[in-house]
């Protein structure tokens, strides 16, 4: 069964720490993945994309990491501020239907 | 540039009564529609995809529908509601059917009680 699992499920830092998100999926075969920022009660925002090739993707203070070998991808963000506090989620795509496969998130806050 | 819009933001509903979310795209033409449901901690879930007019591929069973009645508008319907109905319905659009990046809806709460 195509699954995309996140840890930590919720995690709290203070401002200007790093932090490092985890996403394991056992969709197979694999397209591309995404991860997604959402702020409470708004829709989800792509943050980075990554395919099979593909192991690291950047994009400000956030960046993403991809194994497809251990099917393992991480989003690292550095010098966290308070407007990082949201919802992140990593979302995988099979190349065999429209679907993609969306893992529930972790819920990030920054606290001052 | 490309908006889309949802509405209403939030609604509260008895159980039984029928349902009219709609979601309408502006700045691009023959857009992929999509209807997720979020449930409180739980990942989104397809609902409803449609590639054009008319197309509407239903991913779960349920009791809602949807319906394409214009290039960029998106209707989530239902006869009757049920108390598991509650949750955050999210629209989303992309530009086409290679194109995967999703652009989403502000949502509406739906509250069933």
């Known amino acids: 069964k195509n699954q995309v699992e996140q840890s930590p499920q919720s995690l709290i830092i203070l401002e200007g720490k790093n932090c490092t998100l985890q996403?394991?999926?056992?969709?197979?075969?694999?397209?591309?993945l995404r991860w997604y920022k959402q702020d409470t009660g708004r829709g989800p925002v792509s943050l980075t994309i990554?395919?099979?090739s593909e192991n690291t993707k950047s994009n400000g203070r956030y960046t993403a990491t991809l194994d497809a070998d251990t099917k393992q991808s991480s989003l690292h963000i550095t010098a966290s501020q308070l407007s990082d506090s949201a919802s992140y989620i990593c979302?995988?795509?099979?190349?065999?239907?429209?679907?993609?496969?969306w893992g529930a998130g972790t819920k990030l806050i920054i606290k001052p | 540039s490309q908006t889309i819009h949802q509405w209403p933001a939030t609604l509260v509903q008895p159980v039984g009564s029928p349902l009219s979310l709609e979601c309408t795209v502006e700045?691009?033409?023959?857009?992929?529609l999509y209807w997720y449901r979020q449930a409180a901690g739980r990942g989104l879930q397809l609902l409803f995809y449609?590639?054009?007019?008319?197309?509407i591929s239903s991913e779960v069973p349920q009791n809602l529908s949807a319906s394409r009645p214009q290039d960029r508008q998106f209707i989530l319907s239902s006869k009757k509601l049920l108390l598991s109905d509650s949750g955050f319905y999210l629209c989303?659009?992309?530009?086409?059917?290679?194109?995967?990046?999703?652009?989403f809806g502000p949502g509406t709460r739906l509250l069933v009680l």
């Open positions: 989303a659009w992309s530009p086409g059917a290679y194109q995967e990046t999703q652009y």
């Open positions: 700045g691009t033409s023959n857009p992929n």
């Open positions: 449609s590639v054009g007019i008319g197309q």
């Open positions: 996403c394991n999926y056992t969709v197979s075969p694999f397209s591309n």
């Open positions: 990554m395919t099979f």
């Open positions: 979302v995988v795509r099979s190349p065999s239907n429209y679907q993609l496969i």
